[in-house]
């Protein structure tokens, strides 16, 4: 069993709807949550990053971490269509200097 | 201007031949790593650097080769060893706590011809 679990998709919805992104995780030691987003051909850019539990919102983007299930969302309210990309989830542990595990990344195609 | 520059942006391998990538970073991170993507695999881990002149092996380093230098530099090699050499590899840079993120280069495409 992977660390961290992430559907691959793809995830196809019309423009503006509300878009819903999921990992779940094994390692209860995971306390640093990230979302990175990578456009095809290009690296990954950081979009949300969250320490321990809670809700951490940005604009159209809400990121939400639920420690006591391992599971961690990104919402995505009005979906736009340049926000079709590929989404990466990626966590690590409380030492500082562990490396991060990442997700498989969902494909996401938002549709005008 | 900070950030990661990976070079060349495409390149072309022929059977047998060592290929070297190019990161070059002037963003002053101690930390950088090499990862290998696949489509529908997500990134695997391939050598990382916490410091110049140490290295360690990811997940998937059989097949390639690195060295860390210079703090700014971290080529990677894919020796002919590599069967399967086709993928996008992308350089990351993290600051002293790995996790509070990694910046990314823009990425190689390796293609076997």
């Known amino acids: ?112 | 201007d900070g950030g990661i520059t990976q070079s060349p942006k495409y390149l072309f391998r022929k059977e047998g031949q060592n290929v070297t990538l190019s990161c070059e970073q002037n963003l002053n991170h101690d930390a950088m790593y090499w990862y290998r993507q696949d489509p529908g695999q997500g990134l695997r881990l391939i050598y990382y650097s916490q410091i110049v002149n140490d290295f360690q092996k990811g997940d998937i380093a059989e097949g390639y080769s690195v060295s860390r230098e210079k703090k700014e530099s971290f080529p990677l090699t894919v020796t002919s060893a590599q069967k399967n050499p086709t993928a996008f590899y992308l350089c990351a840079t993290s600051g002293q706590l790995m996790n509070y993120g990694y910046t990314f280069g823009s990425g190689t495409r390796l293609t076997v011809v």
Request: net charge neutral; hydrophobic share 30%.
């Open chain 1, 1 to 112: 069993q992977k660390e961290v679990e992430q559907d691959p998709g793809p995830l196809s919805v019309p423009e503006g709807a509300i878009v819903s992104l999921n990992c779940t995780y094994s390692n209860s030691a995971f306390q640093y949550f990230m979302w990175y987003r990578q456009y095809s051909r290009k690296g990954p850019e950081l979009l949300m990053y969250t320490y321990s539990s809670g809700n951490k919102e940005d604009g159209r983007f809400t990121a939400q971490v639920d420690k006591s299930s391992k599971y961690i969302s990104l919402f995505i309210r009005d979906s736009q269509p340049s926000d079709s990309a590929t989404y990466l989830c990626a966590m690590s542990g409380a030492q500082g200097a562990q490396k991060l595990v990442f997700g498989q990344g969902t494909r996401l195609t938002i549709n005008p």
